[in-house]
């Protein structure tokens, strides 16, 4: 399973300079071994999943529905309104896995069907396989992506919807690192409410922005939940 390219060019993160980027392409934050995702979570589970480095560390953590996953900083910052939405997104957790854990789950993916939930028109989800249950199947859908402000962009961000079946193996063994990020993203709204000037090239500078590029993915995996 081919990594992607440690040289790949980091995403500008103005506004103008993505016109030309893919609709659906995956942009992450990640090094030679791993890739960083986000979610959300109240302060009892992210506590205890910082402290002893298990995300289902707290009894709170539910292993019996679906959890979101979004590789994009931005598109988790619109989400949880800079973790301000509310107390069950309050604290946002940047979760490390390894690639082959990655690519791994994109493998068992199938896209949703729902109305304007990121697959784009003339485009429609293949069939499950037969084999397949319900509650084992990844969902992929594609977003429209958001600038650090929240500002809707016209191409695509990934989230990926890891089911019950998968979920224990995924958070207690396919995550390798936890880190609180809730003040990054907290310092990030409050710079962009003081100082509206701001350039997004000087929030990336700044560490307020992490630095994204495209996640290379093998092609039948592409094909399969529809990038271009």
């Given at each position: 399973?081919?990594?992607?390219?440690?040289?790949?060019?980091?995403?500008?993160?103005?506004?103008?300079?993505?016109?030309?980027?893919?609709?659906?392409?995956?942009?992450?934050?990640?090094?030679?071994?791993?890739?960083?995702?986000?979610?959300?979570?109240?302060?009892?589970?992210?506590?205890?999943?910082?402290?002893?480095?298990?995300?289902?560390?707290?009894?709170?953590?539910?292993?019996?529905?679906?959890?979101?996953?979004?590789?994009?900083?931005?598109?988790?910052m619109y989400r949880a309104g800079y973790s301000y939405k509310d107390k069950n997104?309050?604290?946002?957790?940047?979760?490390?896995?390894?690639?082959?854990?990655?690519?791994?789950?994109?493998?068992?993916?199938?896209?949703?069907?729902?109305?304007?939930?990121?697959?784009?028109?003339?485009?429609?989800?293949?069939?499950?396989?037969?084999?397949?249950?319900?509650?084992?199947?990844?969902?992929?859908?594609?977003?429209?992506?958001?600038?650090?402000?929240?500002?809707?962009?016209?191409?695509?961000?990934?989230?990926?919807?890891?089911?019950?079946?998968?979920?224990?193996?995924?958070?207690?063994?396919?995550?390798?690192?936890?880190?609180?990020?809730t003040e990054k993203g907290r310092a990030l709204e409050r710079e962009l409410r003081?100082?509206?000037?701001?350039?997004?090239?000087?929030?990336?500078?700044?560490?307020?922005?992490?630095?994204?590029?495209?996640?290379?993915?093998?092609?039948?995996?592409?094909?399969?939940?529809?990038?271009?």
């Open positions: 399973m081919a990594a992607p390219d440690p040289n790949q060019k980091e995403m500008a993160t103005d506004v103008g300079a993505k016109a030309d980027l893919k609709q659906r392409q995956i942009r992450a934050h990640y090094d030679e071994e791993t890739i960083t995702v986000y979610q959300a979570y109240n302060s009892e589970i992210a506590s205890a999943a910082v402290d002893q480095q298990k995300l289902c560390a707290s009894p709170k953590f539910r292993l019996t529905r679906m959890t979101w996953i979004k590789p994009s900083w931005c598109w988790m997104q309050e604290r946002i957790l940047a979760l490390k896995m390894k690639h082959e854990h990655f690519i791994g789950l994109l493998e068992k993916a199938t896209l949703t069907t729902e109305p304007g939930k990121g697959i784009a028109p003339g485009h429609t989800a293949g069939p499950s396989e037969p084999d397949r249950k319900k509650s084992s199947v990844v969902k992929v859908q594609w977003d429209p992506e958001r600038t650090p402000r929240l500002e809707k962009l016209d191409y695509r961000s990934i989230q990926i919807g890891i089911p019950s079946s998968l979920a224990a193996t995924w958070a207690d063994k396919w995550i390798i690192g936890i880190e609180d990020v003081e100082n509206p000037g701001v350039t997004d090239e000087e929030l990336l500078r700044r560490g307020l922005v992490p630095p994204e590029r495209e996640f290379l993915v093998p092609l039948e995996v592409q094909k399969a939940i529809r990038m271009d």
